[in-house]
């Protein structure tokens, strides 16, 4: 997945997206650091909430994928479009079948 389709998804969940100066938080390094390739060879990127990975977002054949940690509690929901649930979030590749 490239970083420009994890921008466009995480903007259409209603982030607003911007560089944060080192010391501030994560910064878009921290973010690309965070990625790593999984046995399958697929990227998959760590989510954080406060600090703390709640989230991995990764493709899995023809679905865009976001699935919570198990222990993560419902108030470190990453949007309110997809709040902490035992089912993974999906989402299609663009031109493939239908929603979520």
Do not use: C, N
């Amino acid at each position: 997945m490239s970083v420009s389709v994890l921008v466009r998804l995480l903007e259409a969940a209603g982030y607003d997206l911007k560089v944060v100066a080192h010391g501030h938080g994560r910064t878009l390094e921290d973010i690309l650091a965070g990625q790593r390739i999984d046995r399958a060879g697929a990227m998959r990127l760590d989510v954080h909430v406060q600090g703390r990975k709640v989230a991995s977002l990764f493709r899995e054949r023809d679905d865009y994928v976001l699935k919570y940690e198990r222990d993560v509690a419902t108030t470190d929901f990453i949007s309110l479009a997809m709040p902490v649930r035992e089912e993974a979030w999906r989402w299609p590749l663009p031109g493939k079948r239908g929603g979520i």
